[in-house]
């Protein structure tokens, strides 16, 4: 019962932990959809170099473990002259990390988009604006909803990882709490419900995404 | 960067690569296990299981790491750092790799079930002759994916003080004041690492293609 005072008692922290992973998520999504949605068009449009030399990088991002890329990132950016407080470099981190995935993601849902509706497109005379925004995207975020899902759980989990480099966010919340009450299993089961908390809050975002595709595609 | 400094990273490398094949060796098992367990709807297993899988699905790995580490003390578990590591990352493989192997199972054609049920082969013969030499040939992808998932986890074993490749560069960097090149010496490791499985997997598919000369999508 004491453990369960102690997370009352101490509910700034884990507001605080809880609101500065929920910022450097959304604001990290905010970034990369648009971000990997544009390296998904430069996959399938750009010129030969171009889109292999993006391949390239996307696929040497998927291979680095997240925390090794904060760690770069965080170290790094210093060498360079950016001096970066730990929530900025771990936001860079986490949008550069996520973009690689959601390019990839994007890429093919693209390519699942059917040819005959991007045809009819070219046949309308659409401008390549008008196809990708009125006839591709609309598709991709129905169709790709629970693959793009899962991905913003994976950003939610990997944004823990931030706490070694000192942000303050939920695990470090539920860290510091612990190590400062002696109280180890309240903390970490605080944490961990807020956690499914947005993950089901994910979920059912996505639940909703498959409705609309019901009433639109049967 | 020195040699000794380098030494030590590769040190690192080792207890890396070894804390991931033990992982590997114990939840790809168990993660069929809860698969096949969560196959036959025993009532109550199935949603205790359920609700797990979806626990870790939900939960960071470092998160994990952490309740284990100090959690379990409490309930008169005492456990070193190795296997603290060693649970956590197979706990988290067993759950998604259990996520694998359910839907394996699940769209594992009926026919093919009802035909070894006719010619009266044991439940278990059914298994082992059947079901699993094939969804393990048609899985092999996703589940090489899930291993280089897992050894993207490793790093953050650290925060419990197991000195793997992250620990190892970390504390390079500390003694010299220059954290950058062990971390991109750590980065390089792991790429390497990564890159091999992956080739080892396309090896495997080529080898099953020559074989059988068709693998089930």
Redesign the interface.
């Known amino acids: 019962m004491s453990g369960l005072l102690v997370v009352w008692e101490s509910r700034d922290v884990f507001l605080w932990g809880a609101a500065n992973t929920l910022s450097l998520v959304l604001s990290c999504l905010l970034l990369s959809i648009p971000l990997g949605i544009l390296s998904a068009i430069v996959l399938t449009e750009a010129t030969a170099p171009l889109r292999r030399l993006l391949a390239e990088v996307v696929d040497?991002l998927r291979?680095?473990?997240?925390?090794?890329?904060a760690?770069?990132i965080y170290?790094?950016l210093p060498?360079i002259g950016l001096r970066l407080d730990p929530w900025w470099a771990g936001l860079v981190s986490l949008t550069v990390y996520t973009t690689a995935y959601l390019a990839e993601i994007f890429r093919a849902a693209f390519l699942a988009v059917a040819r005959d509706n991007i045809e009819a497109a070219h046949a309308f005379g659409l401008s390549r604006l008008l196809l990708y925004r009125r006839i591709i995207l609309p598709q991709v975020a129905i169709m790709a909803a629970p693959v793009i899902g899962n991905q913003v759980?994976t950003t939610?989990?990997?944004?823990?990882?931030l706490?070694?480099i000192t942000v303050q966010e939920?695990?470090f919340a539920?860290?510091f709490v612990?190590a400062n009450h002696f109280t180890?299993?309240a903390p970490?089961a605080a944490?961990?419900s807020l956690?499914?908390l947005?993950?089901?809050a994910v979920e059912e975002g996505v639940r909703r995404m498959e409705r609309i595709r019901t009433v639109r595609y049967g | 960067m020195t040699w000794p400094a380098l030494r030590t990273i590769l040190d690192g490398a080792v207890v890396t690569a070894a804390l991931a094949a033990v992982s590997i060796l114990l939840s790809l098992p168990l993660g069929l296990l809860l698969a096949l367990l969560r196959w036959r709807r025993i009532p109550m297993v199935a949603g205790v299981l359920a609700a797990f899988v979806s626990v870790v699905r939900a939960t960071p790995f470092v998160t994990l790491v952490l309740f284990v580490f100090f959690i379990l003390p409490s309930a008169g578990l005492e456990l070193e750092p190795v296997p603290a590591a060693i649970l956590a990352l197979t706990l988290n493989t067993a759950a998604f790799s259990s996520e694998i192997w359910r839907s394996a199972l699940q769209t594992f054609p009926r026919d093919q079930l009802e035909a070894a049920t006719a010619f009266g082969l044991s439940e278990r013969a059914t298994f082992t002759r059947i079901v699993f030499p094939q969804i393990w040939r048609a899985n092999l992808g996703p589940l090489v994916s899930e291993v280089t998932i897992l050894l993207k986890c490793t790093p953050a074993v650290a925060v419990i003080g197991v000195v793997e490749i992250t620990r190892a560069a970390g504390r390079v960097g500390a003694e010299t004041y220059e954290p950058l090149p062990p971390f991109l010496v750590a980065t390089l490791i792991y790429t390497a690492l990564i890159a091999t499985l992956v080739r080892g997997q396309r090896v495997v598919e080529r080898r099953i293609a020559r074989r059988f000369g068709w693998v089930r999508p």
């Open positions: 040497l291979c680095v473990p997240f925390l090794l890329l760690y770069v170290y790094g060498e759980i939610i989990r990997d944004s823990a990882l706490m070694i939920l695990t539920a860290n612990s180890p299993f970490f944490a961990i956690y499914l947005m993950s089901f």
